[in-house]
């Protein structure tokens, strides 16, 4: 039997990949996303999808409703940027930036994986391709994994600790996608758009998808996904 | 105007007395609960009704379905434990452990005191009549703190750190009470017990009851809560 591992599920074409390198080291993945009042529900059937097409133990979605404290274009009413350049994309933090979102996430994580006896938990944060999201740099990583390592019964009883895994922090978004099309991941399952169209379709306009169609045109691979026509 | 705090209020004595402290020392309070799928919901009811006493500036509480991974007492389908000497409540990490809870709960609190523009988060947490849970010690406050800096946008930007205040950390149960009682907490309105009758009774058996209990006797106060006969 091999070691059981959480992995954070977004559907979005870190995690998913994420996902993949966690199956490729022989983990038993226990797959978690979360419907905190995002915008759309989209991303959790695209969640399912990936969850399924890897064939995890388990698939939870926990129900979290971040919009009783708002602060986000994700989760409150503020408009999503579009059209931005790079260097607009690249500096300072963004409005679609959810408050304490990663902290949140990994701690649910950490009960879950505290219950199923998974020392690993598997992130797919990015130091590079981050858009200046502070709880994507590895010093906050280090910083929750000895937090984490205190808060449960493991690290009262002197057992083995909880370790945070995160596999795509030192990649580009190209080398990401590079690494998910070799190990099987299905991009037209995933989904990055911050704000769809009703009928589903990635507006291509956002932060979130120019860097999404910029690291396909780097990779020099196709986007499975349509969007609009300019 | 005073300075903002987020007071997580479970509704209980601790909690209650915590919150009391907070507006003692001038903050504007800002209190969270949370409806995490445990047994009975009365500790909720409670909770608003001492942000009421005290007149927080808002109170919010999130819904969370911790059931979704389960594994203690307090959210699964596990017995809570009765009638333990102190000896037995005293050893090992009992089974109403909520996996992760505290770093569950501050991480929340982390993320609306973000969205606020609070620097501080006050937490009921006691080191000394804390039923060997591994997130209420001291070593576990300081990394998440540390953690929570490096988390947020003002950890990023340079501005004022994210403080987590314990005030309770080094009280005993007794003392606890004594400060709750000076400070008008209207014990009445709390709730401690993890098992209560159908009738909403407290069951004056489990831990959190016999530990209560013990406290006011220590005190030489009495608790204006009602118990079933012996």
Redesign the interface.
């Given at each position: 039997m091999g070691l059981k591992a959480v992995v954070l599920l977004s559907g979005g074409i870190d995690s998913s990949t994420t996902l993949a390198i966690a199956k490729k080291k022989g983990f038993l993945v226990y797959s978690m996303s979360f419907d905190y009042g995002q915008r759309h529900a989209l991303e959790l059937e695209k969640a399912r999808s990936i969850a399924d097409l890897f064939k995890v133990e388990k698939h939870?979605?926990?129900?979290?409703?971040?919009r009783?404290?708002?602060?986000s274009a994700l989760t409150d009413n503020i408009p999503v940027p579009k059209d931005r350049n790079e260097e607009a994309i690249s500096q300072g933090?963004p409005v679609t930036?959810?408050?304490?979102?990663?902290?949140?996430f990994?701690?649910?994580a950490?009960?879950?994986a505290?219950?199923?006896q998974a020392e690993n938990i598997f992130l797919g944060v990015n130091a590079i391709d981050y858009s200046?999201y502070?709880?994507c740099?590895p010093?906050?990583i280090k910083?929750?994994q000895?937090?984490?390592s205190?808060?449960?019964?493991a690290?009262?009883?002197g057992k083995a600790k909880i370790k945070i895994q995160t596999p795509l922090i030192n990649l580009t978004k190209a080398e990401i996608i590079k690494k998910g099309a070799e190990l099987g991941v299905d991009f037209g399952l995933t989904h990055s758009c911050y704000d769809p169209l009703a009928s589903g379709m990635s507006c291509g306009k956002c932060d979130s998808c120019l860097l999404r169609l910029k690291g396909f045109n780097m990779a020099n691979l196709k986007d499975p996904l349509e969007y609009p026509a300019k």
């Open positions: 939870i979605v926990i129900k979290l409703n971040l009783a404290f708002g602060g933090i930036y959810v408050p304490a979102r990663n902290t949140i990994l701690s649910l950490l009960g879950w505290e219950t199923l200046g502070p709880d740099r010093e906050y910083a929750f000895k937090m984490a205190l808060a449960t019964k690290g009262v009883e």
